[in-house]
């Protein structure tokens, strides 16, 4: 790697251009199987107008399904 090379290189010719995206109020579980179906890592959270209001991840959806499944008492080893 010639690290010197690196600041010329412009992020355009990185990207992705086929933008995904998904409604604020999509599920969880719709996400996730968006991000699984689609095979994508990052999907752009728009509002009713279609503005980008953020970025979801997979790693951010397996962290909700996570902690909802720690909330749950019969995950965590209550009795049933």
């Given amino acids: 790697l010639r690290i010197e090379v690196v600041p010329e290189d412009r992020v355009s010719r990185h990207m992705s251009t086929a933008v ?3 409604a604020l ?3 969880v579980i719709d996400a996730a199987r968006f991000i699984s ?3 994508i890592h990052r999907v752009v959270v728009v509002d009713e107008c279609s503005c980008p209001m953020g970025v979801v991840s997979a790693l951010d959806i ?3 399904i996570v902690d909802a499944d720690q909330s749950n008492p019969i995950s965590r080893g209550a009795p049933k």
């Fill in 20 to 22: 995904q995206t998904i």
């Fill in 25 to 27: 109020d999509e599920s």
């Fill in 37 to 39: 179906e689609g095979n």
């Fill in 62 to 64: 397996l962290r909700a």
